[in-house]
């Protein structure tokens, strides 16, 4: 039971940053489909830091590092959505789309060009960081409490605060559902929406790095993040752009996503002979189930996907 509890927690964690970091893109006026790449770019840049920082390194530097090298890999990658999305006024589902395909494609060719040059006869897409994920890890009594789980817990608590207790979180929101008003008041549309997408690729870098981390100490880089992108925007959209009500999905979803990692230590679901395969699927299986059931009453942003341009009215 343990054993699921932390998994939950930590797929939560993941999950809640990610949605996050959509939520305020696309409060801002901008889909971000492109988040499953930002969280691979993300975690290569934590993966990164792992395998170059010094291995006698002090727990909390590491952990100081391994996230800022996360955040600054999710901000430049998600820097290229801003500029196609709001400057050139591209299609944003488009541009996502294409950042997710870039974003496996390019973080495996960078990994395999590393090991290659270290050892011309290693051509894997993989990167070992195990003792450097000690650093995030306090073992409570068989229970492995990760970092992350607190920092997920106190990103929430900002979200909300600067959604909707800040001139700025309101001044975004704004843009969102009424660009045009908005700059009519002075709001400068564009930087509000710059803003919204370069921090929903902090916290998708953040939930990249979290990701990798949850279960292994090792990662393949061609696997990209198993879809976990997608699903943080089915919790998003479930959660109704909402921080709070985000939290409780993300922890609905990561509780199955927990479920087909654990599902053996329970007898019960064991004398079922179900294939381990079906415990695999059953996140994907739930969001679209959800959706199909609450899509009807979700009330996305009215500006979103829109791009903006000040001669419209």
Request: charged share 10%; net charge positive; proline share 3%.
């Amino acid at each position: 039971m343990s054993l699921l509890i932390q998994y939950t927690l930590i797929f939560a964690s993941v999950l809640t940053l990610v949605a996050l970091g959509g939520c305020f893109s696309e409060h801002s006026g901008v889909i971000n489909l492109g988040l499953e790449g930002i969280m691979v770019i993300g975690a290569l840049g934590g993966a990164l830091m792992m395998r170059y920082l010094p291995a006698n390194l002090s727990p909390f530097l590491m952990v100081a590092l391994v996230i800022l090298g996360a955040v600054v890999f999710g901000v430049v990658y998600s820097a290229l959505l801003a500029f196609a999305c709001i400057n050139l006024k591209a299609d944003q589902t488009i541009v996502g789309t294409a950042l997710n395909m870039l974003g496996t494609a390019a973080a495996t060719v960078v990994v395999k060009a590393i090991n290659t040059a270290e050892n011309p006869d290693d051509v894997s897409s993989t990167i070992a960081y195990v003792q450097p994920k000690k650093a995030f890890i306090i073992n409570i009594n068989g229970f492995e409490f990760n970092w992350f789980m607190l920092i997920a817990i106190v990103i929430l608590i900002v979200a909300f605060i600067v959604l909707y207790k800040t001139k700025f979180g309101l001044r975004m929101m704004a843009c969102g559902e009424h660009p045009q008003a908005a700059n009519s008041v002075g709001i400068s549309v564009y930087k509000m929406r710059w803003a919204g997408v370069l921090i929903s690729g902090a916290l998708g870098g953040l939930g990249g790095i979290c990701y990798i981390l949850a279960g292994v100490s090792e990662w393949k880089f061609e696997n990209g993040v198993a879809g976990f992108g997608f699903l943080a925007l089915a919790v998003m959209i479930f959660g109704q752009w909402k921080p709070l009500r985000i939290a409780l999905a993300a922890l609905l979803f990561g509780f199955f996503r927990a479920l087909s990692n654990v599902y053996f230590g329970f007898d019960f679901l064991a004398s079922l002979n179900i294939p381990s395969a079906v415990y695999n699927m059953m996140p994907y299986i739930i969001s679209l189930l959800v959706l199909a059931f609450t899509s009807k009453r979700s009330r996305a942003p009215k500006a979103e996907g829109i791009p903006y341009d000040k001669s419209m009215r």
